[in-house]
């Protein structure tokens, strides 16, 4: 990603050098995006089309989460990509359904969503003035195989090896080099560490520092599988929920992607193993992945003359498909900073500065959908129900609960229809609403209410079944092309 978006951003303007092996292995499963990433394949001058027929990849409309709240069999609610019903300026939708559901109307706030509505009958089209939010569930292997070439053909030189060490600059403490394990010397005057969990750049050899945030985003341990379709792939993800952590489940054009993500002090590798084993559906293509890792953020995600790409920069857990849009947010940051000669260490501090907020605003995110639940059926879920959380996190909650409010700051990812789904999915009902909406009188508010049901209704009925969409629009020729 961060090659493909320089090469093609900055041109000839910079030299860039693309330091990868074939010989390290990938997760190999199907990776669930969020809508941000249609924007930067814009960017860099994808087509939509292509670049899902290389990937295999579908649409995605939102998230089904399973068992978060109760445990109970009927426990599900959808965080969906679109909005709910219809704003006005002083306060969200949420306010005029509460007043609604005060007078009477008792359909649920699902109703007015289109994007959930539509995921919910497994449809999906392109609709005029790009009014139904989508992303993509997609094979990420083949994503950064199709970026690659993308990268070359405008420019990148790519060099296939593996990285030996890190040399230092003795006078400035800053990275002169990579030696690979060939004995090539890389030179440069900026480096991107885009090495994942290990950080051999900025960890390794200039040691950032890390916060572990394990103490609000327990699991810690995860197993991938990859098994064949067995059905038409739905336009949504899974997330469910089990006694330990949870479970995804993501739909591709020739496959889907599983993993169970679990935190080791409640279960053990093997338990996890047979776990997902007895969950999946259609047969294993591959074997079991097994993954450790820490959720945390690097402390200096740019420090001296290197800059931490991915997962070298810190770790969310997938729950809500984040990890490829920080990548992204990461790379077009860099664009909008690129230094002109020396590195000015305003635009490292700011960099850094905008890089903690994004991490910091999207942990409170993934931390409420532990907090805010009802289980109290094992000590894993009994601990997230108890633990503190930050108190930019209890903030927001108490706000919600209290007024039904959310705030959207310095343009975080997650707007206020997300924390509103999620909130009330988890089980946070607000006390009170805005009085604007009690302005309406009772006939106006039977319009608002029914008219907008029944527009998603019509839209819902007028689109073709996903799988077929997918199917007519960028159907992946082979499962071999993937």
């Known amino acids: 990603m961060a090659a493909a978006a320089i090469a093609h951003t900055m041109g000839e303007t910079v030299e860039l050098?693309?330091?990868?092996?074939d010989a390290i292995g990938t997760v190999g499963v199907g990776e669930s995006t969020i809508p941000p990433l249609a924007t930067?394949?814009?960017?860099?001058?994808?087509?939509?089309?292509?670049?899902?027929?290389?990937?295999?990849?579908?649409?995605?409309?939102?998230?089904?989460?399973?068992?978060?709240?109760?445990?109970?069999?009927?426990?599900?609610?959808?965080?969906?990509?679109?909005?709910?019903?219809?704003d006005h300026w002083s306060a969200?939708?949420?306010?005029?359904?509460?007043?609604?559901?005060?007078?009477?109307?008792?359909?649920?706030?699902?109703?007015?969503?289109?994007?959930?509505?539509?995921?919910?009958?497994?449809?999906?089209?392109?609709?005029?003035?790009?009014?139904?939010?989508?992303?993509?569930?997609?094979?990420?292997?083949?994503?950064?195989?199709?970026?690659?070439?993308?990268a070359e053909k405008n420019g990148a030189r790519r060099i296939e090896g593996k990285i030996a060490k890190v040399q230092l600059d003795g006078e400035s403490g800053?990275?002169?080099?990579?030696?690979?394990?060939?004995?090539e010397r890389i030179e440069g005057d900026l480096f991107l560490d885009c090495t994942g969990f290990r950080a051999l750049l900025i960890e390794q050899a200039l040691h950032a520092g890390f916060d572990d945030w394990t103490h609000w985003l327990p699991c810690d341990a995860a197993i991938a599988?990859?098994?064949?379709?067995?059905?038409?792939?739905?336009?949504?993800?899974?997330?469910?929920?089990?006694?330990?952590?949870?479970?995804?489940?993501?739909?591709?054009?020739?496959?889907?992607?599983?993993?169970?993500?679990?935190?080791?002090?409640?279960?053990?590798?093997?338990?996890?193993?047979?776990?997902?084993?007895?969950?999946?559906?259609?047969?294993?293509?591959?074997?079991p992945n097994f993954l450790r890792f820490t959720t945390g953020a690097r402390r200096r995600q740019w420090y001296r003359n290197c800059i931490a790409i991915g997962l070298s920069g810190g770790f969310m857990e997938p729950l809500e498909s984040t990890s490829i849009h920080l990548i992204q947010r990461a790379v077009?940051?860099?664009?909008?900073?690129?230094?002109?000669?020396?590195?000015s260490e305003r635009d490292i501090a700011e960099f850094n500065?905008?890089?903690?907020?994004?991490?910091?605003?999207?942990?409170?995110?993934l931390i409420l959908h532990y907090k805010a639940t009802d289980?109290?059926?094992?000590?894993?879920?009994?601990?997230?129900?108890?633990?503190?959380?930050?108190?930019?996190?209890?903030?927001?909650?108490?706000?919600?609960?209290?007024?039904?409010?959310?705030?959207?700051?310095?343009?975080?990812?997650?707007?206020?229809?997300?924390?509103?789904?999620?909130?009330?999915?988890?089980?946070?009902?607000?006390?009170?609403?805005?009085?604007?909406?009690?302005?309406?009188?009772?006939?106006?508010?039977d319009r608002l209410l029914s008219g907008l049901r029944e527009n998603v209704s019509r839209t819902v009925g007028s689109l073709p079944a996903h799988a077929e969409y997918v199917a007519r629009y960028c159907a992946a020729k082979t499962p071999d092309a993937v």
């Open 174 to 183: 800053d990275i002169a080099a990579l030696m690979l394990e060939s004995g």
């Open 375 to 445: 289980r109290s059926d094992s000590a894993f879920w009994r601990h997230c129900a108890a633990m503190e959380i930050p108190e930019t996190l209890a903030h927001k909650i108490d706000l919600f609960r209290e007024t039904g409010r959310v705030f959207r700051r310095n343009e975080e990812l997650f707007a206020e229809n997300s924390w509103v789904q999620v909130m009330m999915g988890q089980g946070i009902v607000p006390q009170h609403y805005h009085p604007i909406a009690a302005k309406l009188g009772d006939a106006e508010l």
């Open 225 to 287: 599988i990859q098994t064949d379709s067995v059905h038409a792939a739905p336009p949504y993800t899974r997330a469910m929920a089990h006694d330990a952590g949870w479970q995804w489940r993501i739909p591709l054009q020739h496959r889907t992607g599983n993993g169970l993500v679990y935190c080791s002090r409640y279960l053990s590798r093997d338990d996890a193993l047979e776990r997902i084993r007895g969950n999946i559906e259609g047969a294993a293509i591959t074997e």
């Open 40 to 86: 930067f394949n814009r960017v860099i001058g994808v087509k939509e089309a292509d670049f899902m027929r290389a990937t295999s990849a579908t649409f995605k409309l939102g998230i089904w989460f399973e068992g978060w709240r109760t445990g109970e069999p009927n426990d599900r609610y959808f965080h969906s990509f679109g909005l709910t019903g219809r």
């Open 332 to 343: 077009l940051r860099l664009i909008r900073m690129m230094p002109a000669g020396r590195v």
């Open 92 to 150: 969200g939708f949420q306010h005029f359904w509460l007043h609604g559901r005060e007078k009477g109307h008792g359909e649920p706030y699902d109703d007015y969503c289109l994007e959930l509505m539509a995921a919910r009958a497994g449809k999906f089209a392109h609709l005029p003035d790009n009014r139904m939010n989508y992303a993509y569930q997609l094979d990420a292997t083949a994503y950064g195989r199709f970026l690659r070439g993308l």
């Open 17 to 21: 050098t693309l330091v990868e092996s």
């Open 353 to 365: 500065d905008q890089q903690r907020i994004d991490m910091e605003q999207i942990r409170d995110f």
